[in-house]
């Protein structure tokens, strides 16, 4: 992460440089320079992250709201250092017996051209919470905040401290074999679980091995209810390596310690699961 604030710093100094004219503005050619930025027409409309779809549910058993952001990166330049805000609409009272503000701050290291990934998260009381705060929650307000900008092309000429987004900027991912191994219902107010196996395949080889995979899910309708976060999936290593029952022992969607389950949100249809690549760079 020191090496992603070295990136961030090295933004700051190149929209300094380049005033009006940023390197997200579509209207800029990749080969631009300081020297023929005036020649430019004026720019358009800023380019910018899109949330192409987000939603949530509650689990009034933990006292929890969870909520899932679909991302898409629409420039023509590479997005890193993405940062979105997911706030709960209303704030909750002061009084509230929550975990936090209310506000969360989720983050994504890099995006490509046209690349999608996902957060997820959700919102917590507090120990042995008073669980009224839920009972006024509308819904959750999702605002991209910041990002950094890079041509792909000028990685190279960049320097070494953005040597580190060359791999993932130019990386496309592909997730083989998700498949719903094992469900179990839920039963004395326990939510229902889930076994999910999948492969990660990455087109190009990252310094950093552990990469994340973001599950989506939802319900029958299409409506996202939420996500869950495997920060430590193996690009080509198979979360089940014959993808059947007898590989149940070895590793649970992506968890490679011990064999995990992953909660379901109430609702939640199987058949409509998706998996998104959120890449992680060495630092």
């Given amino acids: 992460m020191l090496g992603l604030a070295g990136v961030a710093v090295l933004a700051l100094v190149a929209v300094s440089v380049v005033g009006a004219y940023r390197w997200n503005d579509p209207t800029i050619p990749p080969t631009a ?28 058993r933990k006292g929890q709201l969870r909520y899932a952001v679909i991302l898409r990166n629409p420039c023509p330049d590479g997005a ?27 983050r994504v290291q890099t995006l490509a051209p046209g690349a999608e990934t996902a957060v997820a998260g959700s919102f917590v ?5 008073d669980r009224s705060w839920l009972d006024s929650v509308t819904g959750i307000s999702v605002r ?3 990002a950094g900008w890079i041509p792909l092309d000028q990685i190279a000429a960049a320097g070494t401290r953005y040597a580190m987004l ?3 900027l130019h990386t496309r991912a592909t997730i083989r074999h998700l498949r719903v191994i094992e469900r179990e219902k839920g039963t004395d ?3 229902p679980t889930a076994r999910i196996g999948y492969q990660l395949h990455l087109d190009h080889r990252l310094d950093e091995r552990n990469q994340g995979v973001v599950l989506v899910f939802r319900d029958r309708q299409g409506r996202v209810l939420g996500g869950d976060v495997d920060p430590g999936v193996r690009a080509d290593l198979p979360v089940c390596e014959t993808y059947d029952e007898h590989c149940l022992h070895e590793v649970f969607a992506g968890r490679r310690a011990l064999p995990d389950r992953v ?15 959120q890449p992680r760079v060495a630092a």
Avoid: F, K
Wanted: include cysteine; charged fraction near 20%; charge should be negative.
């Fill in 33 to 60: 320079t300081r020297q023929n930025l005036a020649s430019l027409p004026s720019p358009g409309p800023i380019c910018q992250v899109e949330v192409t779809g987000q939603g949530w549910s509650v689990d009034r």
């Fill in 80 to 106: 890193y250092g993405v940062s979105v805000r997911v706030r709960l609409r209303p704030a909750p009272p002061a009084s509230a017996d929550l975990a936090g503000s209310g506000t969360n701050v989720e």
């Fill in 125 to 129: 009381g507090a120990d042995d919470p």
């Fill in 144 to 146: 991209v905040l910041d």
């Fill in 166 to 168: 060359d791999a993932p």
């Fill in 189 to 191: 107010g326990y939510l």
């Fill in 263 to 277: 909660e379901l949100p109430p609702g939640t249809d199987l058949s409509r699961l998706q998996a998104y690549w």
